[in-house]
């Protein structure tokens, strides 16, 4: 980001982040978004932008294992956080069983909300394992599809937590642990 | 092996639940010298510029251009109405004044603020009701051809920019035959795309001179490159690439390129490489909006309920749409010719100009606007001679093999079963029970039909390489509808072989084949069928170079499942990789297939040309084929509050054969969110200046999950008539299923509270006020009974 004067404080500020497994340094000026650091910086494009106010929900990530809409979030509220995007959902054991269903039940159109969806739908799995379908559409009610009306989408998070996709549990503990110290 | 009318997976579901799919903003950090455009837009929806001055923008650190629409030095005829930048007067707020390039986002902001405009503010008319008038506030356009003299008008009014008519056997003698008629004026509103993905464009302009576009419209080879030549006729039309990366969503919205010109321009004008990707905000005040229609409509039917008479007059309220002469209300009418049979039809339709940003093709081209009020009539007909909406429909609908309205053949026509579906999954026959809540419930069906146009010519390249793999090029658009998987579907079926054996290169003018574009549904249809043809070419390739091997005729070799099967030869089969030779630098001989050197089997699909219209505005060959479309609802309205719950929602879709029934479902759900969306809640509002004031996604109401039924209450029903001419009896399917909502929801407001919607939204305020009515009416009547 090139910001060469202005009305901004530009003195640059330091974050401590463990994005998707990784730990960064970042040295950022303290106006940027998490939304900015993590697609100009770190270069991880799968965080969308739709509006840049929070009300598509495009741009949704995971801190310490909780959504957020990262056009909102301040890098600085970042430091010292986990951050998860859809890039650090597939590893090498294979896909998270949201991304297998997601395929498998058609709930991918253009695709641009799909990441947002994995992630806000992995959020709430990981708190409730076993929702009702009321629960998941009340979970989603801040993430705009255009595309698909969700039915495919609810589908897909319902198989995901039936376990047709494989364990979901075991990623669970963890992050619920560390998301309990922070916030 | 069958590889059609199967839910493979989407070729692409892999790379977007990774993240791994790139999209317009996703290029950015490939370019380290990226300038950034932005742009100043008229605050007034009609002023004259007095005074614009650039000088302290220009001089500002960062900036490298300042364009105005005077110093641009192009024709801003050649360029689409959504782009022509204001040169002494705007015609909509949110028209470009003028365009900065800067290093920087915040840099080209500043630039922006910096330029100094006055303005005087002039009358404007933000709506049909203002503009179609003798004597409009504002006349949007003087110089439209139609105002010269001796041309003779229907409407003589300045806004009305063009009209069309057509008459099919004779109006007056169809209402004396009629035994009821019905009669009524409705119109819609406007609202906007809101695909996820806002309008983006990047252009590189390259070391060798030539420029490299990457861009989120629609038609890189027919609309994008077409456009760029047209407006630029000093670059060759070899010197500019466009690439189509991944795209979120169109809807319409990007068939037309107002954001690739401007950012060529930039590119142009700075010799650099410039992105230029659109606000939210923008996406509501510059880019285009669906087409208004308002109609008046006036039908007879026999006591049997068969229609005699049909007499339309249709509004197309298309904005600032400057110039523009190609519509005149035929588009929008062209939904009301195709699904009933009437012997007697007149049809008078025009095109009406606004100071709103212009319109362009929303998802139906007009169609969920211009049948709204034709299916709420025909209710009333079946109100009138104690028939149910359904038996009415049915009793009309035209037949496979009989002409529309037009005088055109219909070759498929699903719409009867579509309704009969419809209507059992809502079991429409069951009287919605009341409970004495303040909820009030009810139930309605409606269905429609939209034209395809056989416009536009698609070509594909299939390679069949050495080590078996199959490579499919093409450059139909990809904005998500799951066409790019359907037509991998469609060669994986003629080459009989897995699906995954084939990878489908998609959008880049320099490597993949000629294509219009894929509007109106088109791309399963036209490019499905350039695929077939290709593969087909590229199979009796294959033949004939197997046949020549082994000396025998090329019909006596046969080609599935990666083998050549022979006939009356001692060899039965060959794998087709065999077939190839090895290349050394010692063999080198000219003929035969040669490693390295795929088979290259060129398709290309384009339907028979429209025929003009005759006086009567009818001919035998205009729309090449149609989709169709039932929507049944159940809601539930609330008599405090006005608002429309739906509870139930079944779509059933005429689609043709399925190539991907998953995909297909995908398409009917998704257009049932979206239509209830734009007739429940959706409608952009206008400050006193005339500028979009609820230009947001927070202010301007879409849809969200919430809005939508639960799963067991949505239903979708494929409905096919297999299309004689599309691939395996596929058709395009994607807008008729947006189209019969509106008229289903008001059908059912009006069984549930006994309220008739004359317009769409039907918001609550609307709903509200319906009630009120019909309470002021029922008390006045009860007061002169005592």
């Given at each position: 980001m090139k910001r060469k004067e202005g009305k901004h404080n530009t003195e640059k500020i330091r974050i401590h982040m463990t994005v998707n497994g990784r730990c960064f340094e970042i040295r950022t000026e303290p106006y940027r978004t998490l939304l900015e650091v993590l697609r100009k910086d770190l270069l991880l494009t799968g965080v969308k932008c739709g509006c840049e106010d929070t009300n598509c929900g495009a741009c949704t990530v995971l801190l310490n294992g909780n959504a957020v809409k990262s056009c909102s979030v301040l890098a600085g509220q970042a430091d010292g956080c986990r951050v998860t995007t859809i890039e650090g959902l597939e590893t090498e054991r294979g896909l998270h069983p949201l991304q297998k269903a997601f395929m498998e039940h058609f709930a991918v159109q253009c695709g641009f909300c799909t990441p947002a969806m994995i992630l806000t739908a992995k959020s709430l799995l990981d708190k409730n394992p076993h929702p009702s379908e009321e629960q998941i559409r009340e979970g989603l009610h801040g993430n705009l599809c255009r595309c698909t009306g969700y039915v495919k989408i609810v589908e897909a998070i319902l198989a995901a937590a039936s376990g047709a996709y494989g364990e979901l549990s075991e990623r669970n503990e963890e992050e619920e642990q560390e998301g309990r110290h922070v916030f | 092996m069958k590889m059609t009318g199967k839910d493979y997976i989407r070729i692409d579901a892999y790379e977007k639940v990774t993240g791994r799919a790139e999209y317009m903003g996703d290029l950015v950090h490939k370019f380290p010298d990226l300038l950034y455009v932005k742009g100043l837009r008229s605050p007034y929806a009609h002023a004259r510029i007095l005074r614009l001055d650039i000088q302290k923008a220009s001089r500002l650190s960062g900036v490298r251009a300042v364009v105005t629409g005077e110093n641009a030095g192009v024709d801003w005829g050649k360029f689409p109405q959504q782009s022509r930048m204001a040169v002494t007067e705007t015609l909509w707020a949110g028209q470009t004044v003028a365009l900065v390039a800067a290093e920087s986002l915040e840099e080209a902001k500043r630039a922006i603020e910096a330029i100094e405009v006055e303005y005087e503010p002039l009358e404007h008319v933000l709506t049909w009701q203002e503009s179609f008038c003798e004597r409009p506030k504002s006349v949007v356009d003087p110089k439209l051809p139609i105002h010269q003299p001796g041309k003779p008008m229907h409407f003589p009014y300045p806004n009305v920019a063009g009209e069309f008519v057509q008459q099919k056997g004779e109006i007056e003698k169809g209402f004396l035959e009629a035994a009821v008629t019905v009669e009524g004026e409705f119109w819609t509103e406007k609202r906007v795309h809101s695909q996820l993905e806002r309008a983006a464009a990047l252009c590189a302009y390259e070391k060798d001179g030539k420029f490299t576009m990457w861009c989120n419209g629609c038609g890189i080879h027919g609309v994008v490159k077409k456009a760029l030549a047209a407006a630029f006729p000093q670059i060759p039309y070899s010197d500019i690439r466009v690439i189509s990366p991944y795209t979120g969503g169109s809807f319409g919205n990007r068939n037309i390129p107002y954001v690739e010109l401007p950012c060529f321009l930039m590119a142009l004008k700075t010799k650099g490489t410039v992105f230029y990707e659109f606000t939210r905000e923008e996406m509501f005040t510059a880019a285009p909006t669906n087409w208004v229609c308002a109609t008046k409509i006036k039908l007879g039917a026999d006591a049997e309920g068969r229609l005699t008479a049909k007499e339309l007059r249709l509004i197309e309220e298309l904005g600032a749409a400057a110039g523009n002469e190609a519509y005149t209300g035929r588009l929008s009418g062209s939904s009301t010719a195709n699904t009933y049979s009437v012997p007697n039809v007149s049809f008078l339709g025009c095109s009406l100009l606004t100071n709103t940003v212009p319109a362009g093709p929303y998802r139906g081209l007009g169609t969920p606007d211009a049948i709204f009020g034709l299916e709420l009539l025909m209710n009333e007909l079946a109100e009138k001679l104690h028939m149910s909406p359904l038996e009415i429909r049915l009793k009309n609908i035209i037949l496979r093999g009989e002409e529309d309205d037009y005088g055109e053949e219909i070759t498929s026509i699903g719409v009867a079963q579509c309704l009969q579906q419809a209507a059992e999954a809502v079991e429409l026959s069951v009287p919605c029970v009341q409970d004495g809540s303040e909820w009030l419930y009810g139930k309605g069906i409606a269905c429609c039909g939209k034209q395809n146009g056989p416009n536009g010519r698609s070509e594909a390249d299939v390679l069949i390489h050495h080590d078996g793999s199959i490579e499919v090029r093409v450059s139909c658009d990809n904005h998500g509808m799951g066409v790019s998987t359907a037509l991998v579907q469609i060669a994986a079926e003629e080459l009989s072989v897995e699906p995954k054996q084939i990878r489908l290169v998609i959008g880049d003018t320099d490597r993949t084949p000629f294509d219009n574009f894929s509007a109106s549904s088109s791309g399963l249809y036209r490019t499905g069928g350039a695929v077939r043809i290709a593969c087909r070419d590229a199979k009796r390739q294959l033949q004939e170079e197997a046949a020549r091997m082994f000396g025998i005729p090329a019909e006596l070799a046969e080609i599935r499942e990666n083998r050549v099967y022979l006939r009356g030869t001692y060899v039965k089969s060959v794998p087709i990789c065999e077939l190839f030779r090895p290349l050394s630098m010692f063999e080198q001989d000219v003929w035969g297939l040669k490693q390295g050197t795929p088979v290259r089997g060129h398709g290309v699909f384009c339907p028979a040309q429209a025929v003009p219209w005759d006086e009567k505005g009818r001919t035998p060959r205009m729309w090449n084929w149609f989709q169709y479309a039932a929507s049944a609802v159940e809601i539930a309205v609330n008599q405090k509050t006005g608002q429309i719950k739906i509870l139930k929602i079944a779509n059933a879709g005429d689609?043709?054969?399925?190539?991907n029934p998953k995909i297909v479902e995908g398409q009917l759900e998704g257009a049932a969110h979206m239509a209830l969306g734009f007739t429940v809640q959706e409608q952009l509002l206008y400050d006193e200046n005339g500028k979009v004031k609820n230009a947001s996604l927070g202010d301007y109401r879409l849809p969200l999950i919430l809005d939508m039924p639960v799963n067991e209450n949505v239903k979708v029903c494929i409905c096919p008539d297999p299309l004689p001419d599309g691939p395996y009896g596929a058709k395009g399917m994607s807008e008729s299923v947006v189209s019969a909502v509106g008229a289903a929801v008001a059908g059912a407001l009006y069984d549930a509270a006994g309220i008739k919607a004359d317009h769409y939204p039907m918001t609550a305020e609307m709903v509200l006020r319906l009630l009120e009515e019909k309470k002021a009416v029922h008390d006045e009547k009860e007061r002169r009974q005592t």
């Open positions: - | 689609t043709g054969s399925p190539i």
